[in-house]
């Protein structure tokens, strides 16, 4: 079964252009990104819930949450796991924004975070860690990528603020 679907063969999304319409399963229910018009999105690719980094970086967006949220910004995490892994690890940490499943990589393809990883002495396909930042208009004005955690949601909460300020709102 399908849980996520972007634009077929969907080229990469670069800065300044629009992110086309998708729609995913999440573990607050369908997402459909049209309807998140008129907001900034922060959307955060992880390798795998329960790990220790990306348990780091879920706990930093989660204690920034209402940052982002007062910044007129949503976040979404998002990785290959299934809705099950996500809603575990959602609780585990008692996360107030949303996780979004991906498991057959539409939006890991349409955000180009997929990359082969030595794992083990072995090269495996994974995510990335990046993060995207989605202006009011639904336009990708700022990407991270081979992010560090230590620091990365303060530097994404100071660009979401900045773009907030801007005077257009639009970046």
Not at 10 to 26: N, S, Y
Not at 62 to 71: E, G, H, N, P
Not at 88 to 116: G, H, M, W, Y
Not at 127 to 135: V, Y
Request: aromatic share 10%; net charge neutral.
């Amino acid at each position: 079964m399908q849980t996520s679907s972007a634009p077929a063969h969907a080229p990469v999304l670069k800065i300044g252009q629009k992110v086309p319409d998708f729609t995913a399963e999440t573990t607050a229910g369908p997402l459909n990104f049209n309807e998140l018009n008129g907001r900034m999105v922060v959307l955060y690719f992880y390798p795998k819930d329960s790990t220790p980094g990306c348990t780091n970086e879920a706990s930093d967006f989660a204690a920034a949450w209402q940052d982002f949220l007062t910044a007129g910004a949503e976040v979404y995490g998002i990785s290959r796991d299934s809705l099950k892994s996500h809603a575990n690890f959602r609780q585990k940490l008692e996360l107030p924004f949303a996780l979004v499943s991906d498991p057959d990589e539409a939006l890991c393809t349409l955000f180009d975070v997929i990359r082969l990883k030595n794992m083990y002495g072995k090269q495996v396909r994974g995510i990335e860690r990046s993060t995207f930042l989605i202006n009011r208009a639904g336009v990708l004005v700022k990407e991270w990528r081979k992010v560090k955690v230590p620091g990365h949601v303060a530097e994404v909460l100071a660009a979401v603020r900045e773009l907030h300020d801007s005077p257009s709102h639009a970046f």
